[in-house]
């Protein structure tokens, strides 16, 4: 009767090992309230950049006496439509914490292909509430007016055109390609959901921030000065951004 049994749970079941894809976030503060700033800073108030993505939360950037609110981290990540299931680095006592709030724990070099996302602490709050402007399929999304500070487009699933400014504090996000066909001085993420071979093309490169793949680069680091204001592209090599003339 036992073999029985057995063979029928063989056969109504297997476990196999997997290899799947997982966004590991690279955590650089434990402060709740400066990770929901820098969050709505980098994504926008609307929960829409992510689709259901597995997170791996990086402690290894904190220090091992950090007290860490997973539940609020938790919630935070969820609102913006991730599934929060492991962490890594870290110490006991930060494993412990994540255990408790039903985050499992990953090797430290975990047998899955992640994409790292890091989030940009900023202190500053946005004048306006972001406005998304979704793309229903794949395809193109085309603006054609200004963007001021503090709103937003995102081009899912395909690439984004603009033929008007990005101003100061604006931000385009494409999981495509962007095209600015004008000055761009706000913060352009390409590739958002991984593409690392979608590219930024401005005909007026001055941005406050360019991201491919979530490999970013601000501009307190400056651009080249034989870049700035002009015609240039923006495309990843590796693990790094390259800048160049067009």
Known sequence: ????????????????????????????TP??????QAFSQQFGD????????????????????????FPALIALLRRYHTLPVAVRGGSAAQHAAARAAGLAEAAEEPAVATREVEVEVVREVPVQVPVEVPVAGPGTLVVDKPLRSGQQVYARGGDLVVLAVVS?????????????????????????????????FSTCLEPQLVSIAGIYRTSEKAFPADIVGKPAQVRLEGEKLIVEAL
């Not at 609307?46 to 609110?69: K, M, N, R, S």
């Not at 600015?180 to 690392?196: D, I, S």
Request: no cysteine.
């Open 1 to 28: 009767m036992a073999a029985t049994t057995a063979g029928h749970a063989r056969a109504s079941f297997e476990f196999k090992s997997a290899t799947l894809p997982l966004v590991a976030l690279l955590l650089r």
């Open 46 to 69: 609307t929960p829409e950049f992510f689709d259901g993505d597995a997170v791996v939360i990086d402690l290894g950037h904190l220090a091992g006496d950090a007290a860490i609110d």
């Open 168 to 200: 100061f504090g604006a931000e385009v996000i494409a999981d495509g390609n962007i095209h600015v066909y004008a000055p761009l001085r706000g913060r352009a993420l390409a590739g958002a959901r991984g593409n690392a071979d979608a590219r930024i």
């Open 31 to 36: 402060d709740p309230e400066a990770l929901a």
